[in-house]
């Protein structure tokens, strides 16, 4: 079962969602690229997908297809503790769809702008970044500001050359002074040890849709800034998710927005 964040952000979650139990998941959409999860709210979370990791059972990924819809929200986020990659993604997107209300009623306690993660991150030349997750947009970016980037990625399609594996973060990622984690770590069960390593960095960075989650149990564990999304189209976006569209294609239905606790 995946550890102990995950499990407190459901905590959370619960005590600060007024209702909880009334809200209903009105419609789920596991697409290629990202799965989302809109509520009878009518708020939406998304999720990566990881198709290339869920194994087909036949020629369906999930076998309980067709109850979902209706299901209380809070029960379908609880799939997030699932270790069946296919159940997580899916609790991870209703978690994300429920962490909506709890940011929502909780503004005062944030620090929220818009723009790109890398834009509002200090970086100099002699710091280190690890990179989690071969996020390409990103590494040009980086490379301006600092030549010592180390980016690490689990999927080999994804591996080019001078991209780490991921099994190479026990090495790499301590000796970071700026650790970018992609929000996928939520969903896959690696994000307790991801933050654990890179407590030596003086900014953690967790960064992508999948990163939409009420912030402050990632706080609590260290990460300095969210760089995640608003989505500002909600059924527009269930059928970017529905025609297996994914981050690229979310411009013109979410904004791009950084999340770091506000200072007192």
Known sequence: MPGRIIRELLQSVKAEVENIDAIKAKKVV???????????TEHV???YTF??????NCCQIWKKAGTLAGSQAIKIAELSLSWDLSEAVVGVAALNALSQLAIEKNLNRYTIAEGDLIDQIKIKPSDTVA???NIHPFVPKIMEKTRNIF??????RLREANVFPDTAAEEIIPQATVAIITGTALANGTIDRLLELSKNAKEVALV??????????LFKHGVTIIGSIKITDNEKILQVVSEGGGTPSFKNVCKQITIRPKQN
């Open 30 to 40: 596991i697409g290629l690229g990202y799965t989302a999860v809109q509520l009878s």
């Open 45 to 47: 979370g998304l999720c």
């Open 51 to 56: 198709s290339s990791e869920i194994a087909p």
């Open 131 to 133: 990179l989690v997750g």
């Open 151 to 156: 980016i690490l990625e689990r999927n080999p």
């Open 208 to 217: 992508g849709p999948t990163a939409s989650m009420l912030p402050d149990p």
